[in-house]
């Protein structure tokens, strides 16, 4: 079966440099959601889309900006990239419109290292 | 706030020894779902179990199995027979509804778990 594919896997950028992570998610699933995950740390809510629409926000920087596309696919837009911002960053997909029991299926992630 | 607590913070076990991994939650939503999800060493998550609120019957997957006690507002998970191919990182976490009641996920500090061959 189709799981959530990530992209890139793996991703090296300079302090202050931009990078776009992309999710597409399992197909027919119209929610995804973007998660971050520090060293050794649990998975921190970053933002969520459904149908398009931003649907719910955590504690996601202002230098970082997502949207879900036509195609249901996501990008989650990070700028003036920091020390800090390095992390595995993960997607997830889900069936949504209402708290229906839907489960969370994850991508692999994509580790985000930031010289 | 939502908030889930995994007191364990390492676990090691010798192969084919029981294991309970536990998790705490904290929630004033009268509808929500707890979740456990297991972090191998590649890094990615996979999904294990999905618990609604409102269903406190035990469940059992193979050598997984899940108790959700409500009253002490706990939903730790067992491995039997534990093998190698456990050894991973379990993080236990809690939905809350969204804006829109889409929910998202809040996730315990992870366990992790290993077995000694």
């Known amino acids: 079966a189709a799981g959530v594919i990530q992209s890139p896997r793996h991703l090296i950028k300079e302090k202050r440099e931009t990078a776009t992570l992309k999710c597409y998610p399992i197909p027919r699933h119209d929610t995804v959601y973007w998660y971050q995950q520090g060293p050794g740390q649990d998975p921190q809510f970053l933002i969520s889309?459904?149908?398009?629409?931003?649907?719910d926000k955590g504690s996601i920087p202002d230098r970082f900006s997502a949207q879900q596309f036509s195609d249901y696919h996501s990008e989650l837009n990070m700028s003036s990239l920091e020390l800090g911002d390095s992390a595995l960053y993960f997607c997830?997909?889900?069936?949504?419109?209402?708290?229906?029991?839907?489960?969370?299926?994850f991508g692999a992630g994509t580790r985000l290292s930031v010289l | 706030a939502q908030k889930v607590t995994q007191a364990q913070t390492e676990i090691s076990v010798v192969e084919k020894e029981d294991v309970t991994l536990d998790c705490v939650y904290e929630t004033r939503d009268t509808t929500y779902y707890l979740f456990w999800y297991k972090q191998p060493p590649s890094g990615e998550l996979v999904f294990l179990i999905r618990?609604?609120?409102?269903?406190?019957q035990n469940e059992i997957s193979g050598r997984y199995s899940w108790n959700f006690q409500k009253s002490t507002s706990s939903f730790n998970f067992t491995i039997t027979a534990s093998q190698v191919v456990d050894s991973a990182v379990y993080f236990c976490?809690?939905?809350?509804?969204?804006?829109?009641?889409?929910?998202?996920?809040?996730f315990g500090t992870g366990t992790r778990l290993t077995i000694i061959p």
């Open positions: 976490a809690l939905s809350e509804a969204g804006s829109d009641g889409n929910e998202k996920l809040t």
């Open positions: 997830a997909s889900s069936l949504g419109g209402s708290l229906a029991k839907n489960i969370q299926y």
């Open positions: 618990r609604n609120s409102f269903d406190e």
């Open positions: 889309f459904y149908e398009k629409m931003q649907s």
